[in-house]
T-cell receptor
Framework: EAQVTQNPRYLITVTGKKLTVTCSQN?????MSWYRQDPGLGLRQIYYSMNVEVTDKGDVPEGYKVSRKEKRNFPLILESPSPNQTSLYFCASGTGYEQFFGPGTRLTVL | DQQVKQNSPSLSVQEGRISILNCDYTNSMFDYFLWYKKYPAEGPTFLIS?????DKNEDGRFTVFLNKSAKHLSLHIVPSQPGDSAVYFCAAPTGANNLFFGTGTRLTVIP
């Protein structure tokens, strides 16, 4: 089954404790990206990757890091999470304009 | 700067009637638009799209209309079904497959 998977689905953490949200796709897509969804703001892009070892900032990259060492994986790293990073995060992959989204990771930073 | 706007946060419609969801955009360089549907606890899923060379695209019960002069697009669902209850996002890509999303409209179809 073609899919984008994210782990964990839910995470509660404390300020400053480094965390990683994993994302994996099995569709051999070159393009992957991360979004966050906040009430009243829709989905905003954090980072994207056009291919292995190629990443670039989206609209809201501050406080986040990504890496793309393999085509299928695109982890999102929060080195020092803060409460304003409490949000619902989605990973996506695709070709062309249509993107396939993972199920989301709800992160709470206390 | 919200380049894609959905001014109605919610919409309720009776089953069997038409649902019309609206979206406005400010960037005249956008040449392609997409609608995504999102159920609770799931990621958005692609629904329908339209290129700026068209003013209408239809897929079953779903039709998207594009009015370039008004920078406005709308999604029509006819007839609406309870399973259509979801949040709908319009989106526009800008280079490198990056998508600008609207804030979403929550559609509730009342049985």
């Amino acid at each position: 089954e073609a899919q984008v998977t994210q782990n964990p689905r839910y995470l509660i953490t404390v300020t400053g404790k480094k965390l990683t949200v994993t994302c994996s796709q099995n569709m051999n897509h070159e393009y992957m990206s991360w979004y966050r969804q906040d009430p009243g703001l829709g989905l905003r892009q954090i980072y994207y990757s056009m291919n292995v070892e190629v990443t670039d900032k989206g609209d809201v990259p501050e406080g986040y890091k990504v890496s793309r060492k393999e085509k299928r994986n695109f982890p999102l790293i929060l080195e020092s999470p803060s409460p304003n990073q409490t949000s619902l995060y989605f990973c996506a992959s695709g070709t062309g304009y249509e993107q396939f989204f993972g199920p989301g990771t709800r992160l709470t930073v206390l | 700067d919200q380049q894609v706007k959905q001014n109605s946060p919610s919409l309720s419609v009776q089953e069997g009637r038409i649902s019309i969801l609206n979206c406005d955009y400010t960037n005249s360089m956008f040449d392609y638009f997409l609608w995504y549907k999102k159920y609770p606890a799931e990621g958005p899923t692609f629904l329908i799209s339209i290129s700026s060379i068209k003013d209408k695209n239809e897929d079953g019960r779903f039709t998207v209309f594009l009015n370039k002069s008004a920078k406005h697009l709308s999604l029509h669902i006819v007839p609406s079904q309870p399973g259509d209850s979801a949040v709908y996002f319009c989106a526009a890509p800008t280079g490198a497959n990056n998508l600008f999303f609207g804030t979403g409209t929550r559609l509730t179809v009342i049985p």
